[in-house]
């Protein structure tokens, strides 16, 4: 049960979301930006750096949302995401998204956590600037909404599949559709 009383029993994010819209808002645009804009990193590799780094804070939801919406975005789908999720280091991915993810990892664990190695080895696999800088922001992003997520209890539902339904809105319309429309708070 929420910490707060929501005016939605829709799970995680977006019943924070429709709690507060004015904040709601810029998360979902910040979200759109960082998952589906422009990015030398594919849209299915930000979606897995997003649910690794969420699995790696256990939020539940946060995981089990990204890891549908990377599955639909990456050639090998789920059985890719377990294998990351598992052991990023013998996944079948390359060695650059590898050295990324190693990246990521470390800013779970704390943005000074980053050190001159990690980027070493991520520039060593051919990783630009813009790609080490866009895992990171995806990476701290997704810590923060982890902690708003878990910080206030949300509901996490069990069923894979509830996160399945929102797969094809988010492909197509991005994570601006999502945002809910003002309501009255109590």
């Known amino acids: ?33 960082l998952l589906r804009g422009e990015s030398p990193l594919s849209r299915g590799e930000r979606e897995l750096i997003t649910t690794y780094v969420s699995g790696l804070n256990e939020c539940r939801y946060c995981t089990s949302a990204h890891a549908a919406f990377a599955a639909a975005q990456l050639p090998e789908g789920m059985a890719l995401v377990e294998q990351v999720h598992a052991d990023p280091d013998s996944a079948p991915i390359s060695a650059k998204l590898k050295a990324l993810l190693g990246i990521a990892a470390a800013v779970q664990q704390g943005g000074r956590q980053v050190g001159d190695h990690h980027i070493a080895a991520a520039r060593a696999e051919g990783a630009t600037d813009m790609e080490i800088h866009d895992t990171v922001l995806v990476a ?14 949300t509901f996490a539902p069990d069923d894979p599949t509830t996160y399945a ?10 994570y601006t559709a ?5 309501e009255p708070r109590g």
Do not use: W
């Open 1 to 33: 049960m929420p910490h707060i009383t929501l005016n939605s029993d829709e799970p995680g994010i977006r019943g924070l979301m429709r709690f507060r819209p004015e904040t709601g808002r810029p998360l979902s645009d910040l979200a759109d930006v």
């Open 178 to 182: 999502a945002s809910p429309v003002a």
């Open 140 to 153: 701290a992003a997704s810590c923060m909404v982890n902690r708003y997520v878990d910080g206030l209890a």
């Open 165 to 174: 339904t929102a797969v094809d809105r988010i492909i197509a319309h991005g």
